[in-house]
């Protein structure tokens, strides 16, 4: 897919813009890798702790197996979290200008 940029900036040159635009991307795709391992550091020591993984977690969590412990609650904000960041990274990721 292609996407257009425009702009309403005058007196730049193309180049520069494209720079600006470029620098940007990748720092919200750095932004974007933080975030996500951020989230994939709580996910894995809820597994450990839990000896299942994030995704068997919410299936169970979803079906009402499992308690309403707090904890519960911020492995699925972390679960969220996680996907969330992952999909912007990705696609952050796969930009170029």
Known sequence: MSLALKTNVKGYQPGDIRN???YALKSAASQAHQRYEY???ICTRFEQQYAMTSDEFVMNFDSGRLGDDQEYFDW???KRG???WY???EI???ISV
Do not use: H, W
């Open 20 to 22: 600006v635009v470029s």
């Open 92 to 94: 952050l990721s796969g």
């Open 82 to 84: 996680l996907d969330i």
């Open 39 to 41: 989230y994939a550091d």
């Open 87 to 89: 999909k912007r990274l």
């Open 76 to 78: 699925y904000a972390a």
